[in-house]
Every structure is written in C-alpha cells, then in structure tokens.
C-alpha cells in the first residue's frame, strides 16, 4: 500500500545518480547503426513533480547520447529512473499520484494530497490497465509473481507485492519500468541488469 509521501532530496539525487552511471555505460558502446563513438547530447527538460518531487532541481536535463559520426548522427537515448517516457510529470510522481488515484475514493483528495490534477492521474491509470500490461516488464513480473498482480488496480497492486516499503519501493518500481521508458535503446532489461 502507498499513501502520497513527498519524496526527500537525497532520494532525488539518487535518482540522478544512477541515470549518470547509466549513460556513462551507455556512452562506452558504439553506434547501433555505423559503429562509431558515442558523445553525450542532452536535452532540456522542465518536468512537474506535484507535491510529491518537490526539489526537482537536478531533474532539468534527460540524459541521452549522439553518434559522432559525420552523417549518421543517430540519437540514442539509454533508459532513465527519472523519467517516464514524454511525460512531464518525473516517473516517481507517475507511479505514487498513480497509485493513490487507484487507493483513494475521491478524485479530488487525490489530487489534492498529490498535486496533480485527476484529468491527469485518469490518463495515466489507461495506460497502466491498457499498453502497460502488454510491455515486456509487466509481462516479466507477472510471470514472478503468482498470483499476478491485480490487473484493474495497477500499480498500486505492484506496490503491495513488494517487500518494500515508501521511496524503497518506489526505487525498485523505477527499475522495473525503466526499460520502457525508452524507444531507442535495445535490450534494455540486460543493460540495466549491469547497472544495477
Ligand atoms: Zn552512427
């Protein structure tokens, strides 16, 4: 079970932390497409973090690697912990608001006690029933955990399979998901197994 909890500035650095290990590893492998070296080319990002990720400082550039290659240049973008795919919102924030949305009768309370508005967490909670059950992590912890967690109560029914508890488990969500929230990185699962 989760209840909305701010997360403190030491986990957040944590967060931050671990995406810099896993593009200084990313960037040690060669081009995808022509072999040649990688370089870091961030981009910008200005994400929301409700009440819950309030000291997002560290938070303002995903991390992500160019091809140096004279015409190739292509883009690769290695999984984060800190962001969820496109979304504005930090991925810790997807996956608590989420949760609590799922817990908590009225809408407006869980917006309230998180931040984000429910028009918000109600998307969110589409694709935690829909495209997210159909992705290779979900598919992967269902086959671990039996029974398999609750489908309709996603992911606060990943919450109460884990023997964790607060930012623990919200750490351990994020390297579950974090193959996911990347297109252009194959392999994902296997790289991130080095990582961590
Ligand atoms: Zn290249």
């Not at 623990?168 to 961590?196: E, N, Q, Y």
Request: hydrophobic fraction near 40%; charged fraction near 25%; glycine fraction near 10%.
């Amino acid at each position: 079970m989760i209840g909305p909890i701010e997360l403190g500035i030491e986990f957040l650095e944590g967060l931050v932390a671990i995406d810099r290990s896993i593009v200084d590893r990313a960037s040690k492998k060669p081009c995808q497409d022509c072999g040649g070296p990688l370089y870091r080319g961030d981009y910008p990002r200005k994400p929301r973090g409700g009440t819950i990720a309030v000291m997002i400082e560290g938070f303002d550039r995903r991390f992500s690697l160019c091809c140096g290659r004279e015409g190739c240049r292509r883009r690769t973008t290695p999984p984060s912990f800190r962001f969820l795919g496109r979304r504005v919102y930090v991925g810790a924030v997807v996956i608590i608001a989420s949760a609590v949305a799922v817990t908590v009768m009225a809408a407006t309370a869980a917006a309230r006690a998180t931040g984000v508005p429910a028009r918000t967490t109600r998307r969110w909670l589409r694709w935690w029933k829909g495209p997210f059950t159909v992705s290779g992590p979900f598919v992967e912890l269902s086959a671990r955990l039996v029974p398999a967690p609750d489908r309709q109560r996603l992911p606060a029914s990943l919450f109460e399979r884990l023997a964790a508890d607060g930012p623990v488990a919200v750490r351990k969500l994020l390297g579950w998901l974090a193959p996911i929230t990347t297109t252009s990185w194959p392999d994902g699962s296997r790289f991130l197994r080095a990582v961590m």
